[in-house]
């Protein structure tokens, strides 16, 4: 479950108080019986490494008594191993999948944002998770609809007792949900992809993304959520590769006229030459480094000795 209680008042008031007092009363009172008072989060939503764009998305994440709720749509039910099905009749329900699927998020230009009020009301329609029905009316944080969409609360209920997730919360990475262990099985294939199409000046493992920005003479760390940026060192990095705590990257320097292979830690210590040899298309793979050797003599993959 996912609380944050004084941050959240504060956001909730500080919303309050932009807006006249005349327009709250007005709005407060005109909200029906079955409704409830919802805001979106301003905190970091991870789902399976994924950061989801709150503010552009057309089906926002929303937050009611400082619970996280996630909208039910189709992908993301399938991002999360879920599978939703409506039924006129039978009203909504969902079951727990063994496979997840990468999330898809559909966005739009307009910014959701907590200058108005916005308000939810309680499903009204029959829920079933996992075979099970709901009694929205004894739920401490009810199934609550929300723009035509079913909204699930992140409670410890489902999260954890229903769909086996892992969750986490912390002020930096904000709110966390692993809901299928490992990454997509063509994930680390993709991001190699993308990085070789571009010259290898991008890598990310986790929060942090390594990158030479606009082929400059820099090497730079980048949080993916917050932004905060470090320079590791001082190098016309290329074919930037990520292996534990070890970066791995081609560079030439005042001693090697060509581009060559150094390794460099995370923090930005330890900047070592690991080969004499004029090298480009590097990939690190298990306890090798596979590149193409530059020289006019030899153009296939060859391969240098262990990464550490």
Request: hydrophobic share 40%; with cysteine; aromatic share 12%.
């Amino acid at each position: 479950m996912l609380y944050k209680a004084k941050a959240a008042l504060g956001v909730l008031l500080i919303g309050f108080l932009c807006l006249p007092i005349a327009s709250v009363v007005h709005a407060a009172s005109a909200i029906k019986s079955d409704q409830v008072i919802v805001r979106f989060p301003e905190f970091p939503v991870r789902v399976n490494g994924t950061a989801v764009d709150v503010k552009h998305s057309e089906y926002p994440l929303i937050v009611y008594q400082d619970v996280t709720y996630l909208p039910m749509t189709w992908n993301n039910a399938a991002a999360l191993g879920l599978s939703a099905y409506w039924d006129s009749n039978k009203g909504f329900s969902l079951q727990k999948k063994d496979a997840c699927s990468p999330l898809e998020q559909v966005l739009k230009p307009q910014s959701n944002t907590n200058g108005a009020l916005q308000t939810a009301e309680l499903t009204p329609f029959s829920v079933r998770v996992n075979g099970k029905e709901i009694d929205n009316s004894k739920e401490p944080y009810p199934v609550l609809h929300y723009r035509n969409i079913t909204y699930f609360p992140m409670t410890w209920r489902f999260t954890h007792d229903e769909f086996g997730w892992k969750t986490s919360w912390s002020e930096a990475r904000g709110f966390v949900i692993e809901s299928c262990s490992g990454r997509a099985p063509d994930q680390d294939q993709q991001d190699n992809f993308y990085n070789l199409s571009i010259g290898g000046l991008v890598a990310v493992q986790g929060d942090w993304i390594y990158m030479n920005p606009d082929s400059h003479n820099t090497l730079l760390k980048v949080n993916k959520t917050t932004g905060e940026q470090f320079t590791l060192t001082v190098a016309s990095a290329s074919w930037i590769n990520v292996a534990g705590d070890w970066l791995y990257f081609t560079a030439s320097d005042s001693v090697a006229s060509s581009k060559v292979i150094y390794k460099i830690k995370n923090d930005g210590t330890g900047r070592t030459r690991i080969s004499e040899t004029p090298a480009g298309l590097i990939r690190v793979k298990d306890d090798s480094i596979y590149y193409i050797h530059t020289g006019a003599a030899m153009t296939c993959p060859s391969r240098t000795g262990s990464i550490r």
